[in-house]
Each structure stands twice: as C-alpha cells, then as structure tokens.
C-alpha cells in the first residue's frame, strides 16, 4: 500500500524557517515526481512546488519562488521542503503528494499525505 | 497562468440527485483536468484525471466529461459519502499547477 506521512509543521514566527519532510513507502518513490501542494484556513487547494523523480527538475510557485525550496532523498525515500522567510500567509495545511504516473511529471496527484499544519504568526 | 473557475461555489442536495460541478479553464488546455474531491480532516482524493479517465476505485457514479475550455463532474446518483469539497485542477502547464476555487456539496 502506497503510503505518505508528512511530519515537520509546527508553530513559527513571520521570518522564521521550518523544513517539512514526507515518508513514502509502498513505491519505487525514484520513479516518481512528488509535489506539495497547501490549503490556508478557509480556502482552497494551492499548488506549491514540484520534483521530478531524479531530483534534476524543480518547479515552484511564483508566491514561494526564492523562499521555498524542495528536494528528495531517494535512499531514504524522503520528500523535503524546506521554508524560509515565512509569511503570516503561508499559514497553511501541507500535503505532499505522488504523481500517477510512472517516469512523468502529470501533475495528477494520487495519492495524497495526511498533511501537516504549519502556523506563521507572532 | 491559466484560471481555472469552477461553479457553483457550494450547492445544497438530496441522497440520490444527480448532481453537476462546472470548471472552466481561461485558456484551452486539451483533455488536462483533473477532478479531486476533499473531505475535512482528510486527505484530497483523486477521482478523475485526463478530463474523463476514472481513477481505480472510484464508484463508477462519477464520471468526468469535456475537453478545451469546460468541463464537467457529474455524480450520478449522490450518496451520503459524497459530501464533501470538489476541485478542479488543470495539468496542461506543469507550472504552474492551478486548482479551481472548490464546490461544496452539502446536504439538502
């Protein structure tokens, strides 16, 4: 069974830095790309940042570009993001999720991790 | 960046309504969208990616339709446990990767 257990959210104050990581297990996880994608308090999904499979391609958002930077271990099947610079609003629920498809960045995520809350405030 | 707006924003219904979730994209974007749906507490669940391609497991009530600019999620009859959040998301530009504004379905 394909599973993701994110870990690392806490409470931090605005200009702090925090790195989350995700587990996987159940998956070749160097054969896949993996993503974090965010929900703040009250709204919607957001795209955050992207990996390939290798670690040789990295995609962000242009809200996190600069502040936010995600990488892989894949001999310990550890998914990483690191934060800096944080902001009031990037209060929010982080998942991290696994591409679909084999070998591709698709963008269509399944499965999805529990998520871990990380609060930006004073 | 492509928009992605999706309507209505919430609606109410009964177990067992047929029930229609809109999305449009700002620009055309072939058959890349896929459809989540999200429950509190718990993890987005995907339901249908490339437009109309059911994910294993997913009763087969729902079903996806549409290419170019509008698209549709469909649950054919609603049941109890599917209450919940729905997103669009489009796939067409790896970045970035731009989700709807969600339709909650709630209980009539």
């Known amino acids: 069974e394909v599973q993701l257990v994110e870990s690392g959210g806490g409470l931090v104050q605005p200009g702090g830095s925090l790195r989350l990581s995700c587990a996987a297990s159940?998956?070749?996880?160097?054969?896949?790309?993996m993503s974090w994608v965010r929900q703040a308090p009250g709204k919607g999904l957001e795209w955050v940042s992207s990996?390939?499979?290798?670690?040789?391609?990295?995609y962000y958002a242009d809200s996190v570009k600069g502040r936010f930077t995600i990488s892989r271990d894949n001999s310990k099947n550890t998914l990483y993001l690191q934060m800096k610079s944080l902001r009031v609003e990037d209060t929010a629920v982080y998942y991290c999720?696994?591409?679909?498809?084999?070998?591709?960045?698709?963008?269509?995520?399944?499965?999805w991790g529990q998520g871990t809350l990380v609060t930006v405030s004073s | 960046d492509i928009q992605m707006t999706q309507s209505p924003s919430s609606l109410s219904a009964s177990v067992g309504d047929r029930v229609t979730i809109t999305c449009r994209a700002s620009?055309?974007?072939?058959?890349?969208l896929n459809w989540y749906q999200h429950k509190p507490g718990r993890a987005p669940k995907l339901l249908i990616y490339?437009?109309?391609s059911l994910q294993s497991g997913v009763p087969s009530r729902f079903s996806g339709s549409g290419s170019g600019t509008d698209f549709t999620l469909t649950i054919s009859s609603l049941q109890p446990e599917d209450f919940a959040t729905y997103y669009c998301?489009?796939?067409?530009?790896?970045?970035?990767?731009?989700f709807g504004g969600g339709t909650k379905v709630e209980i009539e």
């Open positions: 999720a696994k591409d679909k498809v084999v070998g591709a960045t698709r963008g269509w995520f399944d499965p």
């Open positions: 159940g998956f070749t996880f160097s054969s896949y790309a």
């Open positions: 990996i390939t499979g290798s670690a040789g391609t990295t």
């Open positions: 620009q055309t974007i072939s058959s890349y």
């Open positions: 490339a437009a109309s």
């Open positions: 998301q489009q796939s067409y530009s790896t970045a970035p990767l731009t």
